[in-house]
């Protein structure tokens, strides 16, 4: 599994707030409505914990004060715990912290301990990457491309599935596809059929996932895969609107959905 870096986490706030104009642009609403709406709730002054954690490759720089700059931008109080792992828990949980926010290698999760509920960082991406794409303002059906079946892009295509849109997929992982066409049905993509998507959920860790023939000239690529799906010649269109962004908009999926 793909680790952040450092350098992905640079200048953290600024992505987001360019990913919020195109969000807005593009779907009518920013992210903190549409995650109200998604979860149904809204902050309530809770108290973040964020404990740092040594295990696997260890601690990422920039990755707990970006959580801490997360927390503050959706107005709530937060804080780095002065120790990593157990030490750091007990911290918070003797602090009295309400949600606790921390990752290993494997697992980035959000526990609010106050009222039990717990949030994995792939399925609240998922749910909220595929979400926004769904909103696309120009679009002229309900079909929805999604492209990786992973563990975020499962997570996203059974959402919009519940949601009641025509879901076609693609992942070379030909038991990952299957599961999704006999579990969630969703549609195989087939380049063959020449099918343009104006709006399009990506997400695996490659790059240039996205070619030309499967995409509408007005559409909506919101992915959360690292690197960048659209090739450079693609991005140069102005009529593609294009979300992606390292960790605030999942993690605030995160923060909505236990709230
Ligand atoms: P994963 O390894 O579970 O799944 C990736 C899937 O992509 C695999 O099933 C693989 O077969 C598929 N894939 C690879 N190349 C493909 C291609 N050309 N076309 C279609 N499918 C292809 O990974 P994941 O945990 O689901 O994460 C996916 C990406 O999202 C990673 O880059 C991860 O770092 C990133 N991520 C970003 C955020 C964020 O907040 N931006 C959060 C979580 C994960
Ligand atoms: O980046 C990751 C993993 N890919 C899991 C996230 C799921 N999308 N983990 C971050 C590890 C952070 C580190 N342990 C720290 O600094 O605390």
Redesign the pocket.
């Known amino acids: 599994?793909?680790?952040?870096t450092p350098e992905d986490l640079e200048d953290l706030l600024n992505k987001l707030r360019q990913s919020n104009e195109t969000i807005k642009a593009s779907t009518g609403k920013g992210i903190t409505e549409i995650c109200e709406e998604v979860y149904g709730t809204r902050p309530a002054s809770q108290k973040v914990a964020i404990v740092?954690?040594?295990?696997?490759?260890?601690?990422?720089g920039n990755?707990?004060s970006s959580l801490l700059a997360i927390t503050e931008y959706f107005g709530l109080e937060g804080y780095i715990t002065d120790h990593?792992d157990i030490t750091g828990y007990h911290q918070a949980v003797s602090d009295g912290a309400d949600i606790l926010l921390?990752?290993?290698?494997?697992?980035?999760i959000a526990h609010n301990l106050k009222n039990g509920k717990i949030a994995a960082?792939?399925i609240c991406?998922g749910v909220i990457y595929s979400e926004i794409a769904s909103r696309f303002i120009h679009a002229g059906s309900k079909d929805v491309m999604v492209i990786g079946l992973g563990r975020v892009g499962y997570a996203g295509a059974e959402h919009l599935v519940k949601k009641g849109f025509n879901v076609y997929a693609y992942d070379p992982n030909t038991e990952f596809m299957e599961k999704a066409i006999e579990e969630l049905g969703v549609n195989a993509y087939d380049s063959a059929d020449h099918k343009k998507f104006s709006m399009v959920f990506e997400a695996t860790p490659n790059a240039n996932t996205i070619s030309e023939g499967m995409i509408t000239d007005r559409c909506l690529i919101s992915t959360p895969g690292i690197p960048c799906a659209l090739p450079a010649e693609l991005a140069e269109n102005g009529d593609i609107d294009l979300v992606m962004e390292p960790l605030v908009i999942?993690a605030a999926a995160m923060l909505y959905s236990v709230f």
């Open positions: 599994m793909a680790l952040l740092p954690i040594t295990a696997g490759n260890g601690i990422i990755f707990s990593p921390m990752a290993d290698d494997h697992m980035f960082n792939h991406t999942g």
